[in-house]
């Protein structure tokens, strides 16, 4: 379908939607100051579009970086667009939106000269790595009068359920408890955002090659093997064990990025796992039972980091001697 439009339309459509996203945006802002905060339907919209935005717009990019012809006719307009919405409206809500553009852009690139699977997401990761870092400090530097809110909310709760002394007990109490909370996310901030980036990264890849397959482009695909077929590089190992040598050496820094470490390999590592145990159950159990069976050890999570660490060792499913051998392909599972 697409392949019948002019090669200049598709990043020129995406330009348009792009330019309108912001100022949309730009306009409920200053609608809501303008009413005090009153809720209007532009609002609710603006709200809903920034919520989509991390994978709505890097996906149209993507898709005009695969559509247009020639290809560099997509970077062009972004650089366009990007003059365009800085001379129009604030950087504080352009510049976002123009990392998304380059990151939707960089996964376009990805399939267009057909990059291997692990620098297909390495590279997407680090061009996503900005627009999210920015994120995590706009909610840290939002926290106090965010923090402030929830106080309110927990004091008109619980005024009139009991006496005062009580009420101002159970708000220091709930107070202590927000910290600590807080406390706990700035230590693990590293990890989970490391992981934050490389699943957005795997859902923009999937999300870009989807979207251009609906609109009738013919792609190569990065090349995955099955999900039972997931193996990680033997020296995640490694890592780990560097981790937990950091977190014995009980200096506060070097404990916490060693738990960083940790926590960041152990979930990768609990992928393989999940791996091997949807393949060692393709045979008894249906589909059904298995995604059902692989949601509630995923809960524990803990074993399918035993389970995919063991793993890189006993290999449960025989894959080197598979590759060594290069049998037939048994997708029916005969």
């Not at 996906?59 to 997509?74: D, E, F, H, S």
């Not at 939707?104 to 627009?131: H, I, N, Q």
């Not at 014995?248 to 060693?258: D, H, N």
């Given at each position: 379908?697409?392949?019948?439009?002019?090669?200049?339309?598709?990043?020129?459509v995406?330009?348009?939607?792009?330019?309108?996203?912001?100022?949309?945006?730009?306009?409920?802002?200053?609608?809501s100051?303008?009413?005090?905060?009153?809720?209007?339907?532009?609002?609710?919209?603006?709200?809903?579009?920034?919520l989509t935005?991390?994978?709505?717009?890097?996906?149209?990019w993507g898709?005009?970086?695969?559509?247009a012809?020639?290809?560099?006719?997509?970077?062009?307009?972004?650089v366009?667009?990007?003059?365009?919405?800085?001379?129009?409206?604030?950087?504080?809500?352009?510049?976002?939106?123009?990392?998304?553009?380059?990151a939707?852009?960089?996964?376009?690139?990805?399939?267009?000269f057909?990059?291997r699977?692990?620098?297909?997401?390495?590279?997407?990761?680090?061009?996503?790595?900005?627009?999210?870092?920015?994120?995590?400090?706009?909610?840290?530097?939002?926290?106090p009068?965010?923090?402030?809110?929830?106080?309110?909310?927990?004091?008109?709760?619980?005024t009139g359920?009991?006496?005062?002394?009580q009420?101002?007990?159970?708000?220091?109490?709930?107070?202590?408890?927000?910290?600590?909370?807080?406390?706990?996310?700035?230590?693990?901030?590293?990890?989970?955002?490391?992981?934050?980036?490389?699943?957005?990264?795997?859902?923009?890849?999937?999300?870009?090659?989807?979207?251009a397959?609906?609109?009738?482009?013919?792609l190569?695909p990065l090349?995955?093997?099955?999900?039972?077929?997931?193996?990680?590089?033997?020296?995640?190992?490694?890592?780990?064990?560097?981790?937990?040598?950091?977190?014995?050496?009980?200096?506060?820094a070097?404990?916490?990025?060693?738990?960083?470490?940790?926590?960041l390999?152990?979930?990768?590592?609990?992928?393989?796992?999940?791996?091997?145990?949807?393949?060692?159950?393709?045979?008894?159990?249906?589909?059904?039972?298995?995604?059902?069976?692989?949601l509630?050890?995923g809960?524990?999570?803990?074993?399918?980091?035993v389970?995919?660490?063991?793993?890189?060792?006993l290999?449960?499913?025989k894959?080197?001697?598979?590759?060594?051998?290069?049998?037939?392909d048994?997708?029916?599972?005969?």
């Amino acid at each position: 379908m697409i392949k019948s439009w002019p090669g200049f339309l598709p990043p020129l459509v995406v330009w348009v939607v792009t330019l309108l996203l912001v100022g949309i945006e730009d306009v409920a802002i200053r609608l809501s100051v303008d009413g005090q905060g009153t809720v209007t339907p532009l609002l609710a919209l603006a709200s809903l579009l920034s919520l989509t935005a991390p994978l709505l717009v890097p996906g149209l990019w993507g898709v005009a970086m695969l559509a247009a012809r020639p290809w560099y006719l997509a970077p062009l307009a972004a650089v366009v667009w990007l003059g365009v919405a800085l001379a129009l409206f604030s950087g504080t809500l352009v510049w976002p939106l123009a990392f998304l553009a380059l990151a939707g852009m960089t996964a376009g690139a990805v399939f267009l000269f057909r990059m291997r699977p692990a620098l297909a997401l390495l590279v997407v990761s680090l061009v996503l790595a900005p627009y999210l870092i920015w994120s995590v400090h706009q909610f840290f530097e939002s926290w106090p009068e965010l923090s402030t809110q929830i106080m309110d909310m927990q004091r008109e709760l619980l005024t009139g359920t009991a006496d005062a002394d009580q009420v101002e007990l159970a708000l220091a109490a709930r107070e202590d408890q927000l910290e600590e909370s807080m406390a706990l996310v700035r230590k693990f901030l590293p990890a989970t955002l490391g992981l934050e980036i490389m699943g957005l990264a795997a859902m923009l890849l999937v999300l870009v090659w989807l979207e251009a397959r609906i609109l009738g482009l013919s792609l190569t695909p990065l090349g995955f093997p099955p999900f039972g077929r997931w193996q990680l590089p033997f020296y995640l190992v490694w890592t780990l064990v560097g981790g937990l040598g950091l977190v014995l050496t009980r200096q506060a820094a070097l404990v916490t990025a060693g738990w960083n470490v940790v926590v960041l390999v152990a979930t990768l590592l609990s992928l393989q796992g999940a791996a091997v145990q949807w393949e060692m159950t393709r045979r008894t159990m249906g589909l059904v039972p298995r995604v059902i069976y692989l949601l509630i050890a995923g809960a524990v999570f803990l074993p399918l980091v035993v389970l995919g660490l063991a793993d890189q060792w006993l290999d449960f499913r025989k894959l080197e001697s598979s590759a060594e051998g290069n049998p037939p392909d048994d997708s029916k599972g005969g």
